[in-house]
């Protein structure tokens, strides 16, 4: 967090109406916007701003005029939460862009309520983030904790699984964040365990079948992996 009392984002999208329509709606939150339109202004700015009130999240266009955003996000990843914007919808440019240190991605065109509801999401990870110990997580109805390994939906307790209790526990740490297959294996793998694509996606299956009505919250990036989006 920026050491202002305000929250900070920096828009780095060349289409001057673009940019400007999500400056506008992020402001109506409250928060300070800065926007520039090529990538070597936003790593100047970017690097006046690591020390002194630094950015509380970086929105980012792939395609950018010169410097790509794909380029900004390599350089940065790890020094500011990155939220990508692009047109490009296939699973492998997603992927790519996950790995290369984004956060989240909005594919264009977005609606604005969705677009609103990431910057969200990712800012509260920031506000929150994973290293800050909790043990209990909720959203909605659901909630877990990993000192008792219990997971609750509707007041109602659920038994799973211990990969399936791993992989519920990631998606709710990292949520609104994004967890591929690749990520999800980490999480289930142990010493001697080799874990592929399938089986996580079978621990998923089998998790919202326990879940029931609390199901809903697990949303599947096509090709990419899962989600847990709220509070």
């Given at each position: 967090?920026?050491?202002n009392?305000?929250?900070s984002v920096?828009?780095?999208?060349?289409?001057a109406?673009?940019?400007e329509?999500?400056t506008?709606?992020?402001?109506?939150?409250?928060?300070?916007?800065?926007?520039?339109?090529?990538?070597?202004?936003a790593l100047?700015l970017?690097e006046?701003?690591?020390d002194?009130?630094?950015?509380?999240?970086?929105?980012l266009?792939?395609m950018?005029?010169?410097?790509?955003?794909?380029e900004?996000?390599?350089?940065?990843?790890?020094?500011?939460?990155?939220?990508?914007?692009?047109?490009?919808?296939?699973?492998a440019?997603?992927v790519?862009?996950?790995?290369?240190g984004?956060?989240?991605?909005?594919?264009k065109p977005f609606?604005?309520p969705?677009?609103?509801?990431?910057?969200?999401?990712?800012?509260?990870?920031v506000?929150?983030?994973?290293?800050?110990?909790?043990?209990?997580?909720?959203v909605?109805s659901l909630?877990l904790n990993?000192?008792?390994?219990?997971?609750?939906?509707?007041?109602?307790?659920?038994?799973?699984?211990a990969?399936?209790?791993?992989v519920?526990?990631?998606?709710l740490?990292?949520?609104?964040?994004?967890?591929s297959r690749g990520?999800?294996?980490?999480?289930?793998?142990?010493?001697?365990?080799?874990?592929?694509?399938?089986?996580?996606d079978?621990?998923?299956?089998?998790?919202?079948?326990?879940?029931?009505s609390?199901?809903?919250v697990i949303?599947?990036?096509?090709?990419?992996?899962y989600r847990?989006?709220?509070v």
């Amino acid at each position: 967090m920026n050491h202002n009392d305000k929250t900070s984002v920096l828009i780095v999208e060349d289409e001057a109406d673009i940019r400007e329509l999500m400056t506008l709606h992020l402001k109506r939150e409250g928060i300070s916007v800065i926007g520039v339109e090529n990538g070597e202004g936003a790593l100047e700015l970017l690097e006046t701003r690591l020390d002194r009130d630094p950015f509380d999240l970086v929105v980012l266009d792939w395609m950018l005029p010169g410097v790509s955003g794909l380029e900004i996000c390599k350089k940065i990843q790890g020094r500011f939460p990155i939220l990508m914007v692009t047109a490009r919808a296939d699973a492998a440019d997603i992927v790519l862009g996950l790995e290369m240190g984004a956060d989240d991605y909005v594919t264009k065109p977005f609606e604005i309520p969705v677009f609103v509801a990431r910057v969200r999401a990712l800012l509260r990870r920031v506000r929150n983030p994973a290293e800050s110990g909790e043990t209990v997580f909720r959203v909605g109805s659901l909630s877990l904790n990993t000192d008792s390994h219990d997971v609750f939906c509707q007041n109602v307790r659920i038994d799973l699984t211990a990969s399936e209790f791993k992989v519920l526990a990631g998606l709710l740490k990292y949520r609104g964040k994004v967890l591929s297959r690749g990520k999800l294996k980490e999480i289930i793998e142990g010493e001697g365990v080799s874990v592929t694509d399938r089986v996580v996606d079978t621990h998923v299956f089998g998790l919202r079948k326990k879940l029931g009505s609390c199901a809903d919250v697990i949303e599947t990036i096509r090709g990419v992996g899962y989600r847990i989006m709220g509070v």
